[in-house]
C-alpha cells in the first residue's frame, strides 16, 4: 500500500488515500495518498500535464477515479460548501446574461452581498450591467471568484487565479485569498508560481517528482519538509520517488 503520514482527521478536510486516475486511457496520477489540512493553504504544483487538474476534478466530483478513496471531513453535521474557480471559462457567444444576473443566479445572494462580494476583490461596479461576453479574461475571473466568496465556502480550490490577472490586482487577490484562509476557508491553489509557493503556502502537494528529477520543490523546499511518498503499481512495490507531500513550511 502507499505510504503518508495523515495528521489527525479532525485536522484534515479532505483526505485522498492511494487515489488513481486515468484520462483518455492514460494514467495520470497512480496510487496517491494525501491530505488537506482544514484552515490551511495548500498548494498542488506540477509540470503541465502532471496531473494538477485532474486531482483537483476528481475531488470535486467532476472526474471519475479509477481507484481509491477520498474522504471529506466537515467539521459540523452539514456537508461540506466547496467553491472552485477554474483556470480558465468561456461563455458562448449567445450567452446573454449581464454580471449582475450571473451572480444572481450562481451564488442566490441579495443586492448588498453582490455588492461587498464585488468590491472584495476589486471588481469595478460600472461594469455590473454589461454582458459577461465583453468582459476580459481577467475581470471574468475576478467576477468567478467573488461568486465562490459570496456563497461562503468551507473551502475554495483555486486553479491559476492570476493567470489572466495584471500584477497590480494579482497581489490583491492575494491579499483576499490570505484574508479569507485567516476567517477559516480552507484555501486549495494550483499554481506553477514558485516564489508564491514559497511565501504563502501552508502546505504543499507537488506532482512533478515522478517525471522530473530536477523539479522545483528539490531546491525551493526545504529536504526536512519534504515526504516522499512510495507509489505502487498493482502489487508489484516501487520505491522510486514519486509525489511528495510536504508540511508546515
Sequence with gaps: MSITKFNNKDQNIIELEDVSIIRDSNIVI??????IPRNQLT?????NGSGKTSMVSSILGLLDTSSGHITYNSATDKELVIGYVPQKIEFPEHFQLTVTE???YSSHISKHDLSAALERVDFPESHLKQRITGLS???IQKLLLAAELARNPDILFLDEPLSNIDQGSGKHIIDVIMEIKNQGVTIVLISHDWQLVSSCADCVIC???TSSPNCPC???LSEGNRELLQITSHNEHVTHEGYCYVQNL
Design 30 to 35: 497512480r496510487n496517491a495518498s494525501c491530505c
Design 43 to 47: 498548494f498542488i504544483v506540477g509540470e
Design 102 to 104: 450571473y451572480l444572481k
Design 137 to 139: 479574461g481577467g475581470q
Design 207 to 209: 506532482l512533478s517528482c
Design 218 to 220: 528539490k531546491n525551493s
